[in-house]
């Protein structure tokens, strides 16, 4: 339980660490993670995601070029597990997710 409670604070003081740092456009990016995302995804460098099968968004890169993301979250996200909700973003919004997706990298 203890060690449980201290990588929750130590969780906490890197995430308040990095949000510090970041700009407006990535501290908006985050906090729409982690509002509409974090349920299934790790939004983060560390964590696991909490639905298996959902890639941690720091992984993403790897799989696509993140700029290449902007056409699908305009579009709408979509894909094949009924539990994966479809997203519409607006230009801003798409900007500063990428610009917290880029952090992550």
């Known amino acids: 339980m203890l060690q449980s409670t201290a990588r929750q604070v130590f969780l906490a003081l890197m995430l308040t660490t990095s949000a510090l740092a970041a700009s407006p456009s990535e501290q908006r990016g985050r906090t729409?993670?982690?509002n509409n995302c974090a349920r299934c995804h790790s939004v983060d460098k560390v964590t696991k995601s909490p639905l298996k099968i959902a890639p941690p968004f720091r992984t993403l890169h790897k799989r696509y070029p993140v700029e290449t993301l902007a056409e699908s979250f305009a579009e709408g996200i979509?894909?094949?597990?009924p539990t994966m909700p479809e997203f519409r973003l607006d230009p801003d919004q798409i900007h500063d997710l990428l610009?917290?997706?880029k952090t992550l990298e």
Not at 78 to 81: A, E, R, S, V
Request: glycine content about 10%; overall charge neutral.
């Open 32 to 34: 729409f993670a982690l």
């Open 78 to 81: 979509q894909t094949g597990h």
């Open 99 to 101: 610009s917290y997706l």
